[in-house]
């Protein structure tokens, strides 16, 4: 796969219902490959060096004025600076709003206990960096499409991404990055199949 980076630092390929977090030094590059397409990666950002400064969900589509995040786009946290621009957009689909998946959600929406979830594979990811659930915020999901309707009607349906579609990270501070390749088979989030996801990081 062609690469406008620099030397790769890992490349990785994430089972479904995968954790994964790494702090992307300033300049660096995370690319998110959804290799078989229609499959939701969850993500979480902070500042790796403060990470009480994380991402804001309101503020980050507020400075974009869409909820729909493309190319050019930057993540910001709740201090008001960018802790990623997204340099590389394959899709063109993904969601703010819908945040991530719970057992607890799951028990409500479907009626099932103790399933396997993002926000448990976010939990398992950030322990290593000292973090818990008081640092679980409002997340975006790449390649998850939830649009709204005139009337305000939102729903999390099928993704728009093609197998080898991917987006672009580029780290504008320190920044912990945190992934969980969602599990979910009860909404068409990841059109009922969760499938392998590839990260690559790069100087
Ligand atoms: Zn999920």
């Known amino acids: 796969m062609a690469t406008s980076a620099g030397r790769i630092l890992?490349?990785?390929t994430l089972p479904a219902n995968s954790p994964w977090a790494r702090v992307l030094q300033k300049g660096?590059?995370?690319?998110?490959?959804?290799l078989e397409g229609k499959q939701a990666v969850d993500f979480l950002c902070y500042n790796a060096d403060d990470p009480s400064e994380r991402y804001n969900a309101a503020d980050t589509m507020k400075y974009a004025g869409t909820i729909f995040l493309t190319a050019?786009?930057?993540?910001?946290?709740?201090m008001g600076r960018r802790l990623l621009t997204i340099v590389e957009d394959t899709c063109g689909r993904h969601d703010t709003i819908g945040g991530c998946c719970s057992a607890e959600s799951n028990e409500?929406?479907?009626?099932?206990?103790?399933?396997?979830?993002?926000?448990?594979?976010?939990?398992?990811?950030?322990?290593?960096?000292?973090?818990?659930?008081?640092d679980v915020v409002a997340n975006?999901?790449?390649?998850m499409n939830v649009p709204v309707g005139p009337d305000g009607a939102m729903a999390i349906v099928e993704g728009l991404s093609?197998?080898?579609?991917?987006?672009?990270?580029?780290?504008?501070m320190n920044v912990l990055a945190v992934i969980s390749?969602?599990?979910?088979?009860?909404?068409?989030?990841?059109?009922?199949?969760?499938?392998?996801?590839r990260v690559v990081v790069s100087e």
Not at 72 to 78: K, P, Q, V
């Open 10 to 12: 890992e490349d990785r």
């Open 28 to 34: 660096q590059t995370l690319r998110i490959i959804d």
């Open 72 to 78: 050019g786009h930057g993540l910001y946290s709740d």
């Open 108 to 134: 409500v929406r479907y009626g099932v206990k103790a399933t396997p979830s993002c926000r448990e594979n976010f939990l398992k990811a950030l322990q290593p960096f000292g973090l818990g659930k008081k």
């Open 140 to 143: 975006v999901n790449w390649f």
């Open 162 to 172: 093609k197998p080898g579609d991917y987006v672009g990270l580029r780290a504008e």
């Open 181 to 197: 390749n969602c599990p979910q088979t009860r909404n068409p989030c990841n059109n009922f199949h969760p499938t392998p996801i």
